[in-house]
């Protein structure tokens, strides 16, 4: 899966992905910031072919882009102080596009085998 915007970017080995892993106790993260998602744990190629993590991580680019970049730093942190991580709505919605793609991904044929010679 590629990105679907040409000015989206993705850093592997973010500083920044890599203080919220360590943060968060986690293998691996994603986390954006504008038009920017940062990598911690996984590559780039790893990160793009699991569609439901991109689905994840691009409804944060489209808040990012609605809201404006400092305002919505500021919802995301004040929901996330009012209702934790986990139930912040900003995480709930990004978390349902994830569902959702997995649900898509998990109806499409796979593609037939390569003919034998």
């Avoid at 609605?66 to 991580?85: A, D, M, Q, R, T």
């Avoid at 569902?99 to 044929?109: D, F, I, N, R, T």
Wanted: charged residues 25%.
């Amino acid at each position: 899966m590629q990105p679907p915007e040409n000015n989206l970017k993705i850093i592997e080995d973010s500083l920044l992905a890599r203080i919220a892993r360590w943060k968060l106790k986690s293998a691996n993260v994603a986390m954006v910031l504008g038009k920017t998602i940062h990598l911690s744990g996984v590559s780039k190629e790893n990160f793009l072919r699991d569609s439901a993590w991109v689905a994840h991580e691009l409804v944060h680019v489209r808040q990012f882009q609605e809201h404006g970049c400092l305002k919505f730093l500021w919802l995301y942190l004040v929901e996330s102080i009012k209702k934790g991580y986990y139930h912040n709505k900003y995480e709930v919605e990004a978390r349902m596009a994830g569902v959702k793609e997995s649900l898509l991904a998990e109806q499409k044929p796979e593609p037939p085998p390569p003919p034998t010679v």
